[in-house]
């Protein structure tokens, strides 16, 4: 019984139990919005969301990425100048996107409202602000590693908004404005709840420095175009799709195979939101050995997670859709040729790729060279959206849209090894060995830890 509590204690099963739980809440939540919308209007519902996502990537990505390395080291006289750091930037941040998004609104109002980003451009603004004091504090709790904290916040956002669908669902027909104002509403309390319980950090913030704020913003104008380019290589299917002719509609079929990735990234989200301030602390103390030693077991471990995944996808692919998206989606849809079941299977050999993908750009941020990741992402993200361009206008296929993300994510995965490997000289076989041994550790844990000895011996 001890050794079960110390494993539900264990920073990656928290972290992992939090994202799985978000991930299940949001899945389902996007499951019941499928089935009571039509499919125009929950098209516009998915890319108020998509782009929503985006602003926020520039609004955080600022200070995040640097707020979490630099605080994982920091001494206890300059880690309330950091947060009180992030606090001012994210806030100056915020004030920024809320005028820009307000301007575009009064000055191109016709088009706008033909769009189908009309409800992004009348909410964000507000939005922006009202979730600004819960992410500030989920980036706090990640640098102290606090997943505990992380999940309660995450499941009081996600839980609440889910019943608020499932009530629509059963009850009520609220309209898609009706719909945004409720998740306005949620993420105002949960806002309310980080700042009650002092965990946005936003009490810091006559605290900030000039020394502080520029190692913030030194860090972030790369860490902030990363994160940019990170998000545009998941939306930017979504983006060019909504100003093609294929329209709205489009959008919401492919978000459903897009959705479903998300089941993938659980494990993803989750391992990297342990690892990065682990490789940040060990790089910053100089323990360049520990950080390889980390980017092994990380990688590997996911790796092998991923084939399993990915099998799991591409063999119940028409199953998931029907429990996702209901009956409805399983066809071909005769206006844009789109079979969504096909997309899922391509998403789930795409999925393969993720794990070793995403640990070297965590591995040359851990390191200080946010701008080398940032080139990697550049790369990608040019590749990509070529690919998208191509696959939409000249082929008018969804399904080449799908395949040029795994063509972009090979070419991120050796750019990333690439670079990474002139800093800490890899041994590739070693991600697979260590993958290998995070599993067998696991086991002796689980089993009580009596051949431990031998695993040590084996791996020595």
Known sequence: MDKFKKILKEDNFLSLAGNAIIAVLGISGFALLARSLSLEVFGEWVLFITAGAFVEMFRFGITNTGLIRYLSGADSSSRYQLIGSNALISLGATVGVAILLLGCNFFFKDAIADSGYRLFFIWYPLMAFLNLPWNNALVVLQADREYGKILILKSINSGVFFLVVLVNFLFLELTLNQLVIALLVVNALTSIISLLLGWDGVNHITKASKETNKTLLNFGKYTTFTLIGTNLLRSADTFIISLSPLGNAAVALYSIPLKLTELQQIPLRSFVATAFPKMSKASVQGKIDEVKELFYTYSGALTYLFVALSLFTFVFAEFLVLILSGEQYLSVDPETGLNVVTIVRIFSIYGLLL???????????????????????????VANVVGDIVAIFVFKSLVLVAIASIAFTIVGIWLGMYFLDKELTLSYKDIFRKGIDFYRDMFYKATGGKQNSYAKVNRS
């Open 355 to 381: 794990p070793i993908d995403r640990m070297t750009g965590i591995g040359l941020d851990s390191i200080n060279k946010p701008n080398v990741n940032a080139l990697k992402v550049l790369l990608m993200v």
